[in-house]
Each structure stands twice: as C-alpha cells, then as structure tokens.
C-alpha cells in the first residue's frame, strides 16, 4: 500500500484534498446540530427536569441578565433610571430578542433590587438558544448595556450567550499549537519541508474528523464539547504518528536507501506502530462508554473519528507527500553531505546514549527519585473534589464574572445557582415552610402550579460550588422532602452538577478497570510477557495520580491561576477524570508500545535485558521526547481557547504527558526494568501456548524483486577490534529486516565466522561482545558467499532502527 501511495502520489493528494474539502462543504451546508443537554437518566435532579417540561413544555430561549451598581443614592434614583431603562427598551426591540424583564415594572420588578438598593438586574430572554444567537446580536446588547455606564454607574453582563462574544477568536489555540509544534519540528529535522509534513497531515487528520463529527451531530447526540476535545487529540497524535514516519524516512535515506524504498520501509515498520498505536488510543477512548453516561458517546464518536482521519492520513497521504518530496526531505546540509560521503554510520550518542548508560548503572537511585517526584505531585489529588465550573471561575476582568460577583455582592452567594425543587403531589405549603426553616437556605418561594406541577425556587446561602450547598441538596432530598410526606425532586443546574460527580466517582473504577484491562492485554498479546503490561499499568496510574495532583494544585487550590490567567479557583469539572483518562492512558500506550518494542527486539535478539533495555532507551528516548514536547505544546495553546473545560483538560493533558515521557519512560520504566532483569520477559509456557500473535513489526521475507533465482549461501569473515586484534566469542545474528532471526553463532578465537542465509536479499548482521560495544549493518547478499568483516570498539552503542 505504502508503495502504491507513494508512485500515485498526485491521485492520493487529490483524493484527500477532495475529501477534504467535500466534506468541509457538506458540514457548512449542514451547519452544526451540537446538543447542550447533559441528563442524567435515573437521578433525582432529571426527574425534576422531566415534571418541570411537563408543567411548561414550551422552551423558551436563552435568558442572560443585564445588571448594574451605584457607588452613591440608589438605583431607583431617576438618573441611574433614565440611562439603564432606554438602554433596555433598545434592546428589548432588537430583531433576535424575546422580551426584556426590567426591575422598574412594578412590584414584581422590585424583587430585582438588591435590598440595600445598589444592584438591580434585567433579564434579557433571546428568541433561541445560546449556541444559535448570532454573535452580532449579542455584541449590540452587549455595547447598548454598557452605553449606559457613567461615573459611579457600573453595568455588566452574564449568560451563556455573553460568554461566546468574550471568547477568543475560534481557531486561535489550535493556531499557537501548531505554531509551536512547527518551531520543535524545525528544531528536530532542520528542514522546512520535514517541517511541514506532520503538521499537513494533522491539519488534513484534524479537518476530516471534525467536519465528519458535524454531519454526524445530525443523526446523533453530540454535544458540543466534543470538536475541542477532538481537536485537542487530533493534533497531538496527527503530529506525532507522521513524526515517527518521518523521522524513520530520514533515517532510511540517509543510510544510501533510495527515497521511495525507504518510504516504504518506513511505513511498513513505524507505519504498522503508528496504526498499533492509532487503535490502542481508539480503545481507550471507548472505555468511556462503560460509564453509560450517554452524551460521552458522541465524544467517543468525534475523537476517535478524527483518531481515525489521522492514522489513515499518515499511512497514505504521508508516503505521497514524501514522494513529491524525495529527498527535500532533509535538510540541504544533509543532502551536501549524502552526495559528498555517501551514506553515513548511524550510532546513537550524546546525551541519549550517556543517559541510557547512567540508569543502567544507578536503577535504584533513579528509580527512587522519579518515584519522589511523582508521589509529591500526586498529594493534592487526595483533596479532589469533582463539580462544575460556572461564570464565577471566569478571569476576572471579563464581564461576565463582574455580573457575577455583583449578583453574589447584591443577593447573597447562593444566587448564581438556585434550586429547583419540583414537587407534582402532596402538601406543598408544607413543604415549603419545611424549606424555609432549613439550615442553609436564605429564599424559598413557590411559583403558581402549571398543569398539577409545582416549582419551588430555592436560594441557598453558599454559593453553586461550596460543598455546604451539595449537603443543602442531600438535606432535603433525604430529610426535608420525606418529611413534609411531598412526591418531590430537588432540580436544577447546581443539583444536576452534584449528580452528575456523584455518577462519575461511582463508575469511575469501573472505567479505569476497563482501560487498563484492555491495555494489559494488548501489550501481553504484543510483548509475550506478563511484566511488561503490569508496569505499563502501574505507570498509568502514577502518570494519572500525578497529573490529577496538578490539575487539583492549579485549578482548585488556585497556585498559578493568575499567571496563566485562567480566572478564579474552583472544583475541577465532573466530566474530565473520565474524557482526560482515556486519552492519557492511550497516549501513554503510545509511548509504551514504542519504548519496549525496541527493548523487546534487541531481548529477542541477545537475550541480554540490561543490553535490551539500554540500547532501547538510548535509540527511542529522542524520538520519544520530541513527540511528548509537541503534545505538551499544542495541549498548553487550549488555555487560550476560552473555555474553562478546555484550558483545565489542556493543562491536565500536558502535564500528564510531559510527566509520562520525561519521567516515567525517560527513568521509572528503564530502571525498574533494570532491576527485574530477565523477568521482565517471563510468560508462563501454557499461556504462551495459547496466545495469539500479534506483530508490530512486519514479517519480512526475500523480495522477489532483489532476488533472482538462487539457493542458501553464507555471510563469512572476522569480527576485530580497532586494533585488528580478533574478538573472541563474539555473538552475531542475522536478522531479516523486520527482525526475524534467521541464524546466530559465536566466533572463534581467531575471530572469524560464518552464518548461513536463506537466500540473496538484504539482511541486518549484528554482533556483540562482553566489554566492547555492538555494531550491526545492513548486508546484500547475492547466490555468492559474501565476505564481510566486522569491527567492535568498546562503549560504543550502534543505533539500528
């Protein structure tokens, strides 16, 4: 496929272009049918919601409030009057509103005053939903509201539809990450085009899922959450998997492969690991289905759809666009270079390579120290407490968090999230006077009944977010409402907000069992082992406490907030343990997958784990850590997203990735498995018997290309040191190219030896000796024994991909 691709390079690009933009079309024609509605089936707070549209079924718009303050007199005063009142008349005539409610009409208007006379509000009703006002008519209610201020008048506005003018640009956030991503792979490959061509196929990734994602909101519950979230991850891995193609082209042409093979060899190897990867983090995110939350399925379906978009765009727009690009690909010095030398040695050195050795020969001080840093960024997760954000955690120089603060500083704390206690049976007076006299309610007021339904609004005297209002809630549906022997429901926003953290910390182990259950055995399956996937699992959750412990420091304790600008502390949002967990445990695959199957190889190889192990870490670690840079990039840009969701899951998002590669591949996981030894390979016999196999790497056989017609023959010749003088007791093998052993033996003390081949074709000989280092190279071999000497110099560390 990879080699199709790559000679129908212009076909391939028109076909993901047109769809692309067919699709873009499709989805503008469409337009979006997100849905808001977050219910909760089987809970107390829906069961209100359910009386409550019986009682009034007609659903009205969004309704935002327009409020004010005067620093001297009153706002009855006929000056503050005569500015705020044509200002609401204005607005109440503007094509897209529904009706103004003014505190100057009457006494049903005075309960709009604050009792101190300072603050009043207006209630502003639109004719449709936040998320359908356009932006322009909230702008011009916005700038005739605020018209009205003059010294000592302060006017502000709140609302969900208010928020959305306040936002920044749509697509700032995803541009800063690109951009950022861009100047790391700059600084990775020195090449523009190298540059170019991770970020091409994440747009094209990205772009698919999400105009799919919109069509599909048509026939399906979506909520609107879902395109950030998809975004978030899109990027991120789209990224990332044509980082790892990319990467191994380079590697390819740069050893003397001519660019269409080593595009081919690049796909059929980091290629298979990219789609391996691409469906671990596709079943880890639907592990949330297991939570029966039923708006988290169309975010199942929009993130892992773009998942989708991105695997199929690296493994067949990317062989395209590198075949366009042949050898561009590197920079011009690299090129200079090949045509100048020739093909150059590879080896791994540097910080790599010095790193790799030092956690080779002091596992336990590093293991210990990595443990330490985590656990100290795990403490604050033990004070989590799940909830919901509102327009009070806003930063504070926007409107709507000022409306906010003033409706709290005008009508007590409790204001800003009333309840609703819905009650279609028994003694509602008494009831309500149970109500009024309970602990922690500062108003309590019953609306006219509608159709045998009763609404009972309740203020309670802390604000949405205080843990004293949950126990409000759970006081009068456990006491106060049996009491009064009423048939009732405590609703509204605050209420379902409990609920829905109370479901979440129920369903949450069952989730995180789910996901780790199938990562154990994907990565047994792939491995053969039974201690590979159990440290996997153990590092997730390290990797989970600990960026759950910066996610409680930052957003709930505050430390930080006023730096990155993200508004006021407060509970962190009841649906981000579960959305951020599936995509940190399938990025975290990701990087598992691709650190130990090189371990694994060199193990299947030496059978030497310190040596699997270190030359694993040294030739994986670069690669690894350049993708987790990129990731913590493009998550940090979604704090200027606007969204509070958004921000806290980037925050999260980065931290648990830049914990996980530069902690926990980089140093927990080499040493631990440094100090397990040869037991990290163990798999009982009778389990092994019974596994299926499953590869990433390619099974390679003779290219019937390369090789005519011929029988076996041997590779021969003498393995020295840079002195000349032989090596005694060498271990060398023949690999075919995706790793498959075909013979190994031992030299003799003269140094010499002799494999035998299979065939003509191109093999990899690698040797290694106790004290020196290891060297292998690519060898072609004909229906002629070929002759072929190896040097050994010692320390030295030989990178074969």
Not at 173 to 189: H, K, S, T, W
Not at 714 to 729: I, K, L, M, S, T
Request: proline share 4%.
């Amino acid at each position: 496929m990879a080699r199709w691709c790559y000679r129908h390079r212009l076909v391939v690009l028109l076909l993901w272009v047109g769809a692309l933009f067919g699709l873009g079309f499709a989805a503008s024609t469409a337009g979006t049918d997100y849905a808001t509605d977050f219910s909760l089936p089987n809970t107390d707070s829906k069961r209100a919601y359910d009386l409550m549209e019986k009682a009034f079924p007609e659903s009205a718009g969004d309704t935002d409030t327009v409020v004010w303050k005067v620093d001297g007199g009153t706002v009855r005063d006929q000056s503050v009057r005569s500015r705020i009142q044509p200002a609401l008349d204005e607005i109440g005539k503007m094509t897209g509103v529904g009706g103004v409610t003014s505190p100057y009409s009457g006494e049903q208007g005075a309960a709009q005053i604050s009792s101190d006379g300072k603050i009043a509000y207006a209630q502003i009703t639109f004719a449709e939903q936040a998320n359908t006002v356009p932006k322009d008519l909230v702008q011009n209610v916005v700038d005739t509201a605020q018209n009205a201020e003059r010294a000592g008048l302060q006017v502000e506005l709140g609302g969900q539809a208010i928020q959305k003018v306040q936002e920044p640009p749509t697509g700032l956030a995803e541009m800063i990450g690109i951009l950022a991503a861009a100047v790391v792979l700059f600084l990775a490959f020195g090449s523009l085009f190298a540059m170019l061509l991770p970020i091409g196929i994440a747009i094209f990734g990205v772009g698919t899922g999400l105009f799919s994602t919109q069509l599909i909101s048509h026939v399906t519950s979506v909520p609107d959450l879902a395109p950030l979230l998809a975004t978030l991850i899109g990027l991120g891995v789209g990224i990332d998997y044509a980082l790892f193609i990319v990467t191994r082209h380079r590697r390819g042409i740069l050893r003397g492969m001519a660019p269409e093979e080593s595009a081919v060899v690049a796909l059929d190897t980091s290629g298979r690991a990219v789609l391996f990867a691409g469906g671990t983090v596709c079943i880890a995110l639907a592990g949330m289905l297991v939570t029966n939350l039923r708006f988290l399925d169309g975010v199942v379906i929009g993130t892992s759809l773009t998942v989708i978009f991105s695997v199929l765009a690296a493994i067949t727009l990317l062989p395209a666009l590198l075949g366009l690009l042949g050898t561009r690909v590197l920079s011009r010095r690299q090129r200079r270079k090949l045509a100048a030398n020739g093909p150059e040695k590879e080896r791994t050195s540097g910080a790599a390579a010095r790193w790799s050795t030092s956690v080779q020969r002091r596992p336990r001080t590093i293991a210990v120290l990595a443990l330490a840093v985590m656990a100290v960024l795990a403490l604050p997760v033990l004070g989590l407490r799940l909830g919901a954000t509102d327009q009070g955690n806003d930063d504070a120089s926007t409107t709507t968090r000022k409306a906010y603060d003033l409706l709290a500083e005008g009508f007590g704390p409790g204001f800003n999230g009333p309840l609703q206690v819905v009650t279609s049976g028994g003694d509602t007076d008494a009831l309500v006077k149970g109500i009024g006299d309970t602990a922690g309610v500062a108003r309590v007021a019953a609306l006219p009944p509608a159709r045998g339904v009763t609404v009972i609004q309740v203020v309670p005297t802390t604000s949405p977010q205080s843990e004293k209002t949950d126990q409000l809630i759970d006081r009068l549906r456990d006491r106060v409402i049996p009491d009064a022997g009423a048939q009732a429901h405590v609703g509204g926003v605050t209420a379902v907000s409990k609920d829905f953290s109370s479901i979440t910390g129920d369903r949450l182990p069952y989730f995180v069992g789910t996901i780790i259950g199938l990562g154990f055995l994907l990565l047994m399956v792939a491995f053969r082992s039974l201690v590979v996937p159990l440290t996997a699992a153990l590092m997730n959750l390290i990797a989970a406490a600990a960026s759950f412990g910066v996610l409680v420091a930052i957003f709930q304790w505050g430390w930080g907030l006023d730096l990155l600008g993200l508004g006021k502390e407060g509970p962190i949002n009841s649906f981000l343990p579960v959305i951020m967990l599936s995509l940190l445990f399938g990025l975290s695959m990701d990087y598992q997958v691709f650190l130990v199957s090189r371990m694994h190889e060199e193990w299947v190889h030496t059978k030497d784990n310190a040596r699997a192990v270190r030359v694993g870490l040294a030739e994986t670690s670069r690669v690894i850590n350049s993708a987790a840079l990129i990731m913590v990039c493009v998550f940090l840009a979604f704090v200027l997203s606007g969204d509070s969701g958004a921000a806290m899951a980037g925050v999260g998002l980065a931290a648990a990735v830049a914990l996980d590669a530069f902690i926990l591949r980089t140093a927990l996981v080499p040493a631990a498995m440094h100090l397990l030894g040869k037991s990290n390979w163990w798999l009982p016999a009778g389990l092994e018997k019974r596994l299926p196999h499953l590869a990433v790497e390619p099974r390679e056989s003779v290219s019937e290309e390369a090789a005519p017609a011929g029988g076996a023959t041997v590779v021969h010749g003498f393995v020295r040191d840079p002195e000349g003088a032989p090596v005694d007791g060498a271990v060398l093998t023949l690999l075919s190219g995706g790793g498959r052993q075909l013979d190994r033996v031992t030299s003799l003390a003269d140094g010499s030896y002799i494999v035998s081949v299979p065939g003509p074709g191109t093999y990899l000989l690698a040797a290694t000796a106790d004290t020196y280092g290891a060297r292998a190279r690519h060898v072609v071999v004909t229906d002629e024994p070929l002759v072929y000497d190896l040097e050994l110099a010692e320390g030295e560390v030989d990178a074969v991909n």
